[in-house]
């Protein structure tokens, strides 16, 4: 079955760096599409990121480029996302999220992780 579980939030200091990980099970990582997702109280979940199926092709929200990469690692089976420059507007709950398919760049994502929560101090 498939199982995603995030790890690496907590609190950073406005300009500092953190990098999220999500475990994968019950799939080989490349062969989905693999996301990123926000969410902060009382604001729409926002997709931060997407990795293509076959890992070669990324896209990232405006409100992240060039702050935030996405990558992966096969043999970890494992997502990452790389924060850096982080601002208190990036603080909230990020989900990984994957979809069984090559449609990478929507919010209908089919599998989801419990979260992990980033708090972005002034």
């Known amino acids: 079955q498939v199982k995603l579980v995030e790890s690496g939030g907590g609190s950073v200091q406005t300009g500092g760096s953190l990098r999220l990980s999500c475990a994968v099970s019950g799939f080989t990582v490349g062969t989905y599409c693999m996301g990123w997702f926000r969410q902060a109280p009382g604001k729409e979940r926002e997709r931060v990121a997407t990795l293509a199926a076959g890992g070669g092709f990324t896209s990232h929200s405006d409100s992240v480029k060039g702050r935030f990469s996405i990558s992966q690692d096969s043999a970890k089976n494992t997502l990452f996302l790389q924060m850096n420059s982080v601002k208190p507007e990036d603080t909230a709950m990020y989900y990984c999220?994957?979809?069984?398919?090559?449609?990478?760049?929507?919010?209908?994502?089919?599998?989801w992780g419990q979260g992990t929560q980033v708090t972005v101090s002034s």
């Open positions: 999220a994957a979809r069984s398919d090559h449609a990478c760049n929507t919010n209908s994502y089919h599998y």
